[in-house]
């Protein structure tokens, strides 16, 4: 385990459900981060959350609201989505600053949209 | 040009062989440089990390960076079955520790 954990692992919706992805980290880290992992496609960072401020925000389509709560915690709510937002989404924390840096990752929560 | 580019493979070898996972990058900016390696269902895990020119090793592992060429590598040396798994290189700038470019992953299966 990295310390990282994710719930929930599996998850379908409707186009017009909402829902949420639930990130905690154990690490002490204070950098959160969510990608997109779709098949055959590198990893797309779609936020970043510095010490709980949002850093980065890749034109990620409104329909994903990240929340970052406090250092520990990481939400990604999802409202009408479409089919192709299914994939792999993976949370990831890592220390900030850093020089050795790392990124921690937990296992991902499988989305399918119908 | 992509700036991370890697052989999505699938590359199968035998159990015990040498095998040598490769990616080019396009910006002379990035310092750091991560292999990850992910299994089926699973998130990515570090697996090296290294952020000069020249080879680390751990283990079964050595990384390798040539930044002249613009080009890294993963040896593992006497392959598992347990290694079959699809390894990630990822990269970054040195300032910009948020922004990890990864390569879209080469699959790998070792053959018992």
């Known amino acids: 385990e990295t310390g990282v954990t994710q719930t929930p692992r599996h998850l379908v919706m409707g186009m017009t459900n909402k829902k949420s992805l639930k990130c905690e980290q154990h690490?002490?880290?204070?950098?959160m981060y969510w990608y997109k992992q779709s098949a055959k496609k590198p990893l797309e960072l779609m936020f970043v959350?510095?010490?709980?401020?949002?850093?980065e925000n890749n034109s990620v389509p409104s329909r994903f609201s990240p929340e970052c709560p406090n250092s520990s915690h990481l939400f990604l709510h999802l409202h009408t989505l479409q089919p192709e937002d299914s994939a792999l989404y993976l949370c990831?924390?890592?220390?900030?600053?850093?020089?050795?840096?790392?990124?921690?990752f937990g296992p991902g929560t499988r989305l399918t949209v119908t | 040009q992509k700036e991370v580019e890697q052989d999505p493979g699938p590359l199968s070898v035998p159990e015990g062989a040498i095998v040598s996972l490769n990616c080019t990058y396009s910006?002379?900016?990035?310092?750091?440089f991560m292999w990850y390696r992910q299994y089926s269902r699973k998130g990515p895990e570090l697996l090296m990390y290294t952020y000069s020119s020249g080879n680390k090793e751990d283990g079964r592992f050595t990384a390798q960076v040539d930044k002249s060429s613009k080009y890294i590598s993963l040896f593992i040396r006497d392959s598992q079955p347990s290694d079959s798994a699809t390894y990630l290189c990822?990269?970054?700038?040195?300032?910009?520790?948020?922004?990890?470019?990864f390569g879209p992953g080469t699959s790998l299966s070792v053959i018992p």
């Open positions: 910006n002379s900016a990035f310092q750091y």
């Open positions: 990831a924390s890592s220390q900030d600053p850093g020089q050795d840096y790392e990124q921690y």
């Open positions: 690490l002490g880290h204070n950098a």
């Open positions: 990822a990269m970054r700038e040195k300032t910009s520790y948020d922004k990890v470019i």
């Open positions: 959350y510095s010490l709980e401020e949002r850093v």
